[in-house]
Structures are given as C-alpha cells and as structure tokens.
C-alpha cells in the first residue's frame, strides 16, 4: 500500500448523510482513481484524474463527487444520492495515462451506511 | 468493449503443489494486462503485467503469468503454492477511453485457497 494513505479505515454514517473520503499520495503521481468493491463484483471505476483540476466520470459515478486541489489530494465525497453507499472504497494512482503503467492501491475504506 | 472473466470463483491447492489461476481476455487491438493480489480488508498489490515482449511474464512473489494470444488467456501460475498465498487475486485489462484516458477494468476476482 505504501505511498497512498487513505482514511479513516472504517467510517459509519447514517442515511441521508453526506461524506467524505480521503485519499493522499506522496508517489508524485499525476493520476488518481477511486473505485468501489463490491463481494463478487471485482472493481468499478467511480471518478478518475489526471491533473489538478480536472477529473472525469468513470462507469458509476452518480451519486458521488471529487475534487482535485492538489496532486497529491483526491477526496471522494459519496452524497445522499447514492442508492447503495454501503461498500469497500479504494483510490489508487499512476505515473501518467501511459499505456503500460500499472495502478498502486490505497488501503482503502469500508463505508457502512445504516 | 475490452472485458477480462475469471471463470473460478474460489481455487483450492494443496501446499507445495502448483498453482494457476485463470484469467481470459476480450480487446480489440492489443491487449495491456495485469495482475493483482488483495489480502484481506487490504488495497489491491501488483503482482504483474504483459504489454508486448516474451509471452511468460515473471512477477513478485514467485508468481508468473502466460499470455496465450491464440486462446486469448493470461493464467497466473506458481510452480509451489504457499499458504501465506491464500487471498483474492484479480486480472484487469486497459481500456482506452476518450480525452487520451485509460482505466483498467476488473474481473470479478478468484479466491485462492491454499490449505497445509
């Protein structure tokens, strides 16, 4: 996991609240993802960025939000909309877009919204 | 669309024997793929990947992958499993998207049981 800290761990809402992931990297890298895990589901893309300022949507981004401040920073707010928050939240990054280039895992957050 | 499938949802192995995992691919053009571990309540680790060059691709661990591009599979394979191997492993394929972004896309993981 070295490299991408994300935090809390573990993080307990109640429905109808927003809330707000965090994730950090010290890699230097210019992309970031978020992704959701679901049991049986493999991962699915939420938002994606490849500079500061500017982020895309990825196979299922409604009902979240992303901001890109800073490099190093990419928080995922996960909204009230989102019909079912409850699951495994992990955020990765990678040196550039290049082809080749593999993608390094946060430690991730389980969001349990009851 | 660029798809992977991992047709196992669970393998079981004995220690000390060899394993594989099995992973195959759908891509129009060629394929970019890639490997990775999860460990319990963990984030993904990178095992390996095939971009172009020698079809057996050696990665950490001691695991290894075959990229077949007549049968379209890149199985991962260990010639001697330990127990500390048992966790969820995943193949991805990159997928070009528009803007010059690409993502990769999961299988939906194999779980990998290695008993004593």
């Known amino acids: 996991d070295g490299g991408i800290t994300q935090s809390p761990k573990y993080l307990f809402r109640k429905e109808g609240q927003n809330v707000t992931l965090s994730c950090e990297q010290n890699?230097?890298?210019?992309?970031m993802y978020w992704y959701r895990q679901d049991p049986g589901q493999g991962l699915r893309l939420i938002y994606y960025?490849?500079?500061?300022?500017?982020?895309q949507k990825g196979d299922i981004a409604e009902g979240y939000s992303v901001s890109r401040e800073k490099k190093e920073s990419f928080p995922l707010t996960v909204t009230s909309a989102q019909k079912n928050p409850t699951a495994f939240y992990l955020c990765?990054?990678?040196?550039?877009?290049?082809?080749?280039?593999?993608?390094?895992f946060g430690p991730g957050t389980r969001l349990t919204v009851t | 669309a660029q798809s992977v499938a991992q047709p196992e949802d669970q393998v079981n192995v004995a220690e000390g024997n060899p394993l594989t995992v099995k992973c195959t691919y759908s891509?129009?053009?060629?394929?970019?793929l890639f490997w990775y571990v999860q460990y319990p309540n963990r984030g993904l680790q990178f095992l390996l990947k095939?971009?172009?060059?020698?079809?057996l691709v050696k990665g950490s661990y001691g695991f290894e992958a075959e990229f077949n591009k007549s049968q379209t599979s890149f199985h991962l394979k260990k010639p001697s499993a330990l127990v500390s191997d048992s966790a969820l492993y995943f193949c991805?394929?990159?997928?070009?998207?528009?803007?010059?972004?690409?993502?990769?896309?999961f299988g939906a993981g194999t779980r990998l049981a290695v008993h004593p």
């Open positions: 990765a990054s990678s040196p550039g877009q290049g082809i080749g280039y593999e993608q390094y």
């Open positions: 890699l230097n890298h210019d992309a």
């Open positions: 960025s490849q500079i500061v300022n500017d982020f």
């Open positions: 891509v129009s053009g060629n394929p970019y």
């Open positions: 095939y971009i172009t060059g020698d079809n």
């Open positions: 991805a394929v990159r997928d070009r998207i528009s803007g010059g972004y690409n993502k990769l896309i």
